[in-house]
């Protein structure tokens, strides 16, 4: 293995919190070999499977292992301690989750007798695992994401060579040292960790690899899969996610989700509330408290019990989204709070009277920054958050069954959500996007049985 190590460094203050390997692709590939050794030599049963996940998710639930982690996360990726403490308790879940699709992933029975052919016969399939996975996850949530990823590849019986982000590796070695000792026998997780250039590529490349996971941005995605080959391919990317609020809807409430939902983690997630459409007559009471409670939130230290918001994963990210902000205010955008940096962290932001041509609106924000515009009527409204090339999930507060079945209907997203939030997910829901959003649905059932290889058997007379 590589002798070579890299840092890892808080976003907040630029503090050593963490020291790992830097591998390269020699060691990707026994990590690979070593995975297919362990399909091939000593596979999972199902009972086995659910086992193993059913002690991880115990042991993630246990309160001091749980804290640990939590610290570790607001560590390396400045995510405010008590959101990582909620990022904890979901993997829980994920888990959990993970231990129903290991009991009840099964194949199907096949009507072969249907056909006069068939008669006397008797189908079903199977469902085989598709062999090693190879897994790509991002920063933002470094143990909920990569809980995404390991359990259902443990309940499909899929042996994991897991890439995590290279600002955030630490959560997910503790989460494989866990994962040890619930009992994931050798070689049937290995955590490779180093550059998207070097490891990553070295994954995606790697001829042994039969199913590649990956969540993080778009362009990254999707140029990953035109490099991937023959692999499956499964692909959860970004959104500029809109909400629409009409007036019969309880605008209040709206504003006070939103006030988090855009702004937890600083805004870095792919279903971060971006874009509000508001019908006109409730727009400004709507706006006065949205900035009102935005206002309040507090931006600090994500070790401070207190804070709300903390720093973006590099200055890049922020000096970019900084950008953005001032882009749209030169455009006509008006900053209803924040909009400035103070002490090296970006306030907070809410901008009204945003048009659809702005970045901050057209594009992925990845930021605190949230987009808020007047419309006249839904027909409007709907056209509005339906014009993107995104299409991950989508919200709308209405009191009206019809409009928000036309909603349904009409909003072409993976995710439609009413009198809620888009950035709204239950862990073992079915979530995913349409368009360049992805191409899968994530969510322990659904991303287990997408990691298995579906055999027909056929029982001749």
Known sequence: MSS???????????????????HGPGDVDRAVSAAQAALDGCPLPP????????RAARLLADPGRSEALARTIAAESAKPLKTARVEARRAVTTFTAGVSAARTLTGDMVPIDAAEIGQGRLAFTLRLPIGVVGAITPFNFPLNLVAHKLAPAIAAGCPVVLKPASQTPLTALALADLLAEAGLPDGHLAVVTGSGATVGSALVEHPGVAYLTFTGSGEVGWDLRARAGRKKVALELGNNSPVVIEADGDWQRAARTISVAGFAHAGQSCVSTQRVYVHRSVAGPFCDL??????ALVVGDPMD????????????????????????VA???????GGDVVDGLLRPTVLADVTPDMRVCRD??????????????????LRLADDTRYGLQAGIFTASLPVALAAARRLNFGTVLVNEVPTWRADQMPYGGVRSSGNTKEGPLWAAREMTDERLIVLGP
């Open 4 to 22: 070579a190590t890299v840092l890892v460094r808080s976003p907040f203050d630029g503090q050593v919190v963490g020291e790992v390997a830097a």
């Open 47 to 54: 009972w086995e499977r659910a086992e193993v996940l059913e």
């Open 290 to 295: 949205l900035g009102e409670l935005v206002a």
């Open 305 to 328: 019990e207190a804070t709300d918001v903390s720093a973006l994963i590099t200055t890049g990210d922020r000096d970019r989204v900084k950008a953005w902000v001032d882009e749209a």
């Open 331 to 337: 455009g006509g955008a008006t900053v209803v709070t």
């Open 364 to 381: 992925e924000v990845f930021g605190p920054v949230v987009a808020v515009a007047a419309y006249d009527d839904i027909d409007e409204a």
